[in-house]
């Protein structure tokens, strides 16, 4: 099974499409475009996705002449990315002469509560989701991020919901691995953004890795590795650039050695550096010693919930400074002089 996002930058796209329309502006011009170049550089039939363009306009349309955007049309405005994205993964496994259906989520079984925008799933009917799926042709190129709530409304998981989505189905079909290809080699270390010489981890524990989702860092939904832990799913983090990379492999085994990761968080409005693994003294001073010694103050310090994250606290405009020295002096990796 294979289950997609929308292609990048288009749910951003039909954000502001959506609100566009509640202040009386409709087009879908980007929307097309975005999605007719990707059709073109793959050579396939740029009208392909005109039906679900017409569609989208039309829903353009109501929420202009009410000039008013429900957060239940929202979610169904944003369906389109991912809607439209299983539609052309579906069609490149079949112009390469592999058989493939696109398929709708929801029409899975794929079930959530109403909070329309951050819809959390409700426990799904596992053996009504592998029946579907074991009738759908060939592959089944699922949309991720979306479901239904009880009365048919149209939901979405939130940010990195296609992740969600992929373990959740995964464990109604007992898969035995659920692959998650990201522009990132791996979970790492640090934000590769802010800290450059951030390194992938190469097994990490899922409890760390479910730390890591809560306090911000963007490469998993935080609530995609507790399907995985139920149903004992083998779970990697891959790299969509280099499929030879190893990426990450997530395993039950708890890192016992001290931090793995360090990322900036805000906890209770203030901001912190969080040092995630193996509680350690030893690691926590060091951190210390080094902010310390590049003029950033600990203004607080404190422990997760789970025990598996330490606070530092720090003044935010010195958060990504503090972000760099702390994994410099915890999880840079060590200099060879030889």
């Given at each position: 099974m294979v289950v997609v996002s929308a292609l990048e930058g288009v749910t951003d796209l039909l954000v502001q499409a959506a609100r566009a329309a509640a202040r009386g502006d409709v087009s879908v011009e980007t929307v097309r475009v975005r999605h007719r170049g990707v059709l073109r550089q793959l050579d396939a039939d740029p009208e392909r996705l005109d039906r679900y363009i017409r569609e989208l306009n039309l829903l353009l349309e109501s929420i202009s002449a009410r000039r008013d955007l429900s957060a239940v049309e929202l979610d169904h405005?944003?369906?389109f990315g991912e809607r439209a994205s299983a539609r052309i993964v579906a069609g490149c496994f079949e112009a390469e002469g592999i058989s493939a259906t696109p398929v709708d989520s929801y029409d899975l079984g794929l079930t959530t509560d109403s909070n329309h925008g951050n819809a959390r799933p409700l426990p799904s009917a596992h053996a009504e989701i592998r029946r579907s799926v074991e009738n759908i042709p060939g592959i089944p190129v699922v949309t991720g991020f979306l479901a239904k709530d009880r009365s048919g409304n149209l939901t979405t998981l939130g940010r990195n919901g296609s992740d969600l989505s992929a373990a959740l189905l995964a464990e109604a079909i007992h898969a035995d691995t659920v692959e998650f290809w990201k522009g990132v080699p791996g979970v790492l270390t640090a934000d590769p953004s802010v800290v450059p010489d951030a390194r992938p981890i190469e097994r990490l524990g899922f409890a760390d890795a479910e730390e890591l989702g809560h306090l911000g860092a963007r490469v998993l939904h935080p609530d995609a590795i507790a399907p995985a832990v139920r149903a004992g799913i083998e779970v990697r983090v891959r790299f969509v650039e280099d499929p030879s990379h190893p990426g990450t492999v997530l395993t039950e085994e708890e890192n016992t050695e001290g931090p793995v990761a360090a990322v900036v968080t805000v906890q209770q409005a203030r901001?912190?550096?969080?040092?995630?693994?193996?509680?350690?003294?030893?690691a926590e001073s060091n951190a210390r010693r080094a902010l310390e010694e590049a003029g950033i103050p600990v203004e607080w310090t404190g422990h997760s919930a789970s025990g598996r994250a330490t606070f530092l606290g720090v003044d935010a405009r010195d958060s990504v400074g503090a972000l760099r020295c702390v994994h410099g002096a915890l999880l840079a990796p060590a200099v060879r002089n030889d």
């Open positions: 405005v944003l369906s901001s912190a550096v969080a040092i995630v693994g193996a509680r350690s003294a030893e």
